[in-house]
């Protein structure tokens, strides 16, 4: 008798496994990592050019309704793609029938309703910033993702959107615009490049846009630097610089590798992937420019989430 149950025990154990990783798939895990960084780096500035301090309590709770947003958002592309990837990507979870449409529908609606119940527990204005997350969400996948412009303004929004969240929720500060304006933009033109990822092509002097767009954001942000210069100290400040330059370096050299060589789609999710995951030492540049040990921590984190990234994505896609 115990042959069987041991039998029993092993293939529940395997289907269990299976299903975890569907659902890792659809939540895409690599992509998760480079969100809680959009939130906390529009904080950090925030706390660092105001008088707050910072309010962990009400910090974690914006990390997670944004992440839940973030979900219930890739649920819903995954969901209205299905007919698409059935042809260009089959193994995804829904078209290969790991997960069924009705257990998606269902995870769609607890992230949305989470994430929403969440946001309205820390402030009103984060509750409206993440009714403006949701509308910007939706607006993608339903209307504009096609649009090559438009999806590519919208996803940037809803990036840029997470890091307003973290500023409002610590007290509004202008000094946040720099950090916004470059994800917003970086994120925009990486998007851009992800509509003709299941296609052949050859990348012209264009590949080189999202470099620009954090190398821009950056020089805007020189001024909002010198003005808090007395907040910063000089071990923040090479820090932050150091997280700067592996992403422009990142980013660039990505570019660099595929600059006017025909590549295969495959080759293209990987460059779009790569670009994703250098929005980690970005996001870690802002973070430790407010002198504390828990901005040196998450700096730490999120740069260890890096290679994690690319070990991940051997397993789960990030585009």
């Keep these: 008798m115990e042959a069987p149950t041991g039998l029993f025990a092993r293939r529940k154990t395997a289907t269990g496994s299976a299903r975890l990783q569907a659902w890792l798939e659809l939540f895409r895990l690599p992509n998760l990592l480079t969100v809680p960084g959009d939130v906390l780096a529009g904080a950090s500035v925030a706390v660092l050019a105001g008088t707050q301090t910072v309010n962990f309590w009400n910090?974690?709770?914006?990390?997670?309704?944004?992440?839940?947003?973030?979900?219930?958002?890739?649920?819903?592309?995954?969901?209205?793609?299905?007919?698409e990837d059935r042809y260009h990507r089959p193994k995804r979870p829904l078209p290969s029938k790991r997960i069924s449409s009705s257990s998606a529908a269902l995870a769609f609606l607890l992230c949305l309703v989470l994430g929403v119940l969440i946001a309205l527990s820390v402030s009103r204005q984060v509750f409206v910033g993440t009714l403006l997350l949701v509308a910007l969400a939706w607006s993608y996948n339903v209307f504009l993702k096609k649009r090559l412009w438009g999806g590519a303004i919208s996803m940037g929004l809803c990036r840029g959107m997470s890091v307003l969240l973290g500023a409002?929720?610590?007290?509004?500060?202008?000094?946040?615009?720099?950090?916004?304006?470059?994800?917003?933009?970086?994120?925009?033109?990486?998007?851009?490049?992800?509509?003709?990822?299941?296609?052949?092509?050859?990348?012209?002097?264009?590949?080189?846009?999202?470099?620009?767009?954090?190398?821009?954001?950056?020089?805007?942000?020189?001024?909002?630097?010198?003005?808090?210069?007395?907040?910063?100290?000089?071990?923040s400040f090479m820090l932050s610089l150091c997280c700067f330059l592996a992403a422009f370096l990142s980013v660039g050299y990505a570019g660099f590798s595929v600059h006017n060589r025909a590549i295969r789609p495959e080759q293209m999710r990987a460059l779009i992937a790569s670009w994703l995951r250098s929005l980690l030492p970005w996001q870690a540049g802002w973070i430790v420019l407010f002198d504390s040990t828990w901005a040196v921590a998450v700096m730490v984190v999120l740069l260890l989430f890096w290679p994690l990234g690319i070990l991940l994505n051997k397993y789960f896609s990030q585009s």
């Design 59 to 83: 910090l974690s709770r914006v990390v997670l309704a944004v992440l839940a947003i973030y979900a219930m958002g890739l649920v819903q592309n995954d969901w209205i793609d299905l007919a």
């Design 168 to 235: 409002i929720s610590m007290g509004w500060q202008s000094a946040v615009l720099p950090v916004f304006v470059g994800t917003v933009t970086y994120v925009g033109c990486v998007t851009w490049f992800a509509e003709g990822e299941n296609r052949k092509q050859i990348p012209d002097a264009r590949i080189y846009y999202p470099l620009y767009c954090f190398v821009i954001a950056w020089l805007l942000s020189l001024p909002m630097l010198l003005y808090y210069r007395a907040d910063i100290t000089p071990g």
